[in-house]
């Protein structure tokens, strides 16, 4: 299949990533958004309104979400585990919101404390609340190439899951390799069973670099006609289920190979890379990106925090 001509990038840096890295000010996080916004990124996963015992670092996304600075054409998107979430959400004026699954029953045992089937029943009402607010729902499916806890996960289970989550209405599956380990041909044999319950283009891509395998794998999601991926800036975050784990690919590494390979997306790579290098300052971290790394060195950039 031909590669598409165009990819939109789904950034997760204010959420996925900085939900698994230390605390930051709200400040900060404002400041990342707005960058992000000014980037040229179409979707920014803004916030969570999950429970502030479970993931502190989320606590304050009711007031980002009243702080950022909107740009049109830009969605600011929200997870939403449950019925109070999507209240906070909806009240917050997030644009979007999505909702989370997973292929592998131990891991939604350990995660959310429910089988797949039971989450899928209590994301119904959260589906009834939202179609009735006019908001659209993106769904997401964790370990699709593998789990901390089973191993291995057959793709016809990802497919079932994916499969569920649309006919729930979600209008996009974002198919994620929660701990890093698929490989491009695992892709290619995942993606062509859930394709057979789910068009391409209603699919999106999810990779962590655990193993420096991710971009490799959005290649090969390309090329089975995938045309929206995920990727958080600087490479925000990391997989607390695999010992080592660098966490989600990053963008600046995402935009720099559709650059090289000429597929269109609408990102400003430089203005990308400042978003990151400030945030990362916040954190007392470099990015974990080698592309945003390269391009402080060509713009002399030097961090107050160094390790």
Not at 138 to 166: E, N, W
Request: aromatic fraction near 6%.
């Amino acid at each position: 299949m031909a590669l598409p001509q165009f990819v939109k990038i789904v950034e997760v840096g204010a959420r996925d990533g900085l939900q698994n890295e230390g605390q930051v000010s709200l400040n900060d996080k404002v400041t990342l958004v707005n960058a992000l916004s000014e980037s040229g990124l179409s979707y920014i996963e803004t916030g969570s309104f999950v429970s502030p015992k479970w993931v502190p670092q989320m606590a304050n996304s009711s007031e980002l979400f009243s702080l950022i600075q909107r740009h049109d054409g830009v969605t600011y998107a929200a997870l939403t585990p449950n019925l109070k979430g999507l209240e906070a959400a909806i009240a917050a004026g997030a644009d979007e919101v999505a909702i989370f699954a997973a292929a592998s029953e131990a891991f939604s045992q350990k995660n959310i404390n429910c089988s797949i089937e039971q989450s899928i029943e209590r994301f119904k009402p959260v589906m009834a609340l939202a179609q009735a607010n006019n908001l659209k729902v993106r769904g997401y499916v964790s370990c699709v190439l593998g789990c901390p806890y089973d191993g291995d996960i057959p793709p016809q289970k990802v497919a079932a899951v994916a499969s569920q989550l649309l006919e729930l209405g979600c209008y996009e599956i974002s198919l994620g390799d929660t701990v890093g380990v698929g490989t491009p041909m695992a892709v290619k044999s995942m993606l062509e069973e859930v394709a057979k319950l789910v068009p391409i283009n209603k699919l999106a891509v999810h990779f962590h670099d655990t193993y420096g395998q991710a971009l490799a794998n959005i290649f090969s999601a390309l090329e089975m006609g995938i045309s929206v991926v995920d990727s958080a800036v600087a490479g925000l975050g990391g997989c607390p289920y695999a010992k080592g784990a660098s966490g989600n690919v990053a963008t600046e590494e995402l935009v720099y190979m559709l650059n090289g390979i000429g597929i269109t997306h609408g990102v400003d790579i430089n203005k990308l890379a400042r978003a990151g290098w400030a945030i990362s300052e916040a954190l007392g971290k470099q990015p974990n990106s080698k592309v945003s790394m390269a391009l402080s060195a060509s713009h002399n950039y030097n961090y107050t925090h160094d390790q």
